[in-house]
């Protein structure tokens, strides 16, 4: 990710934290990567509308390492 400012970089820094963090304690959750905003789960399973930009990560994973390539590798493509 590319960011104009150390502010802007801590930001985000910030914010896979959170992610991180609710993960490992929900056990998931959803947010808006250009608000930056966990949103409010819904407590029910579906399938994933990109199934694509999906990805099941293992339980030893580092998982703060993991979230942050997935948002960087498909910020790119979108």
Do not use: C, H
């Amino acid at each position: 990710m590319q960011f104009s400012t150390l502010l802007e970089k801590y930001r985000f820094e910030k914010y896979m934290l959170e992610i991180t963090i609710s993960t490992i304690e929900q056990g998931g959750i959803t947010s808006q990567l250009t608000t930056y905003q966990l949103l409010t789960g819904v407590d029910a399973w579906g399938f994933p509308k990109y199934p694509a930009k999906t990805v099941i990560l293992p339980p030893e994973v580092d998982l703060y390492v993991a979230l942050k390539q997935f948002v960087e590798v498909n910020e790119r493509l979108s």
